[in-house]
Structures are given as structure tokens and as C-alpha cells.
């Protein structure tokens, strides 16, 4: 069973950075997409940012020039580096990583369990 595992959130200030990962537990190169996604309370779960097997990546305008996602396929690994957050920011994390080639678009399709931040003004 493929599984994705999140690290790096936590509480920090206004203004502060936090780096999340998240490692899968299998190769992640045939992966068409690789993107964090996070639910504040109340509200639905948004795309913060995206990136393709191309490398092309695609932000959340609230985010934008804040925020940088990357994805290193030898490690099987990606991350979100959060700078200058702000208390807007804070909700679930989440990770997602879909689409084989030769798949329906979009599958397979798996999540990790979620890693909380808080940013306190």
C-alpha cells in the first residue's frame, strides 16, 4: 500500500518559515502531479501549489511569491517551503500525488494524513 508521510508543520509566528516533506513510500518519477493542498476550519480544501513531471508549477495567488514547491525524485520526496507566513495560512496540510501514464487521468491518486500549521499573530 502506497503511503505519503508529512513532516515539518507546527506553530510559528507571523512572518516566520516552516518546510514541510513529504516522502512516499514508493519511486515518485512516474507521478504526473505533486501538489500540497490545506483545509482551515469551515472552509474546503484549496490547492496551494502544484508541481508536474515537467517541472512546471502552478501557486494559489494568495500565495505567490511566498511560497515554493519542489520535488526531488531521487528521494521520493517533495516539499513546501513557507516563508513570511501569515495567520491566514494556517490549516491542515495535506499532500497529493497522482497520475501514471497510461492511467484515466488523475489515478492512481493518494494523500497523506495531514500535518497541522499554525501561525500566530
Known amino acids: 500500500q502506497v503511503q505519503l508521510v508529512e513532516s515539518g508543520g507546527g506553530l510559528v509566528q507571523a512572518g516566520g518559515s516552516l518546510k514541510l516533506s513529504c516522502a512516499a513510500s514508493i519511486n515518485i518519477f512516474n507521478f504526473n502531479n505533486v501538489g500540497w493542498y490545506r483545509q482551515a476550519p469551515g472552509k474546503q480544501r484549496e490547492l496551494v501549489a502544484g508541481?508536474?513531471?515537467?517541472?512546471?508549477?502552478n501557486y494559489a495567488d494568495s500565495v505567490k511569491g511566498r511560497f515554493t514547491i519542489s520535488r526531488d525524485n531521487a528521494k521520493n520526496t517533495m516539499y513546501l517551503q513557507m516563508n513570511s507566513l501569515k495567520p491566514e495560512d494556517t490549516a491542515v496540510y495535506y499532500c497529493?500525488?497522482?497520475?501514471?501514464?497510461?492511467?484515466?487521468?488523475?489515478?492512481?491518486?493518494?494523500w497523506g494524513q495531514g500535518t497541522q500549521v499554525t501561525v500566530s499573530s
Open positions: 508541481v508536474s513531471d515537467g517541472g512546471s508549477t
Open positions: 497529493n500525488m497522482n497520475g501514471f501514464p497510461g492511467w484515466p487521468t488523475g489515478l492512481p491518486n493518494y
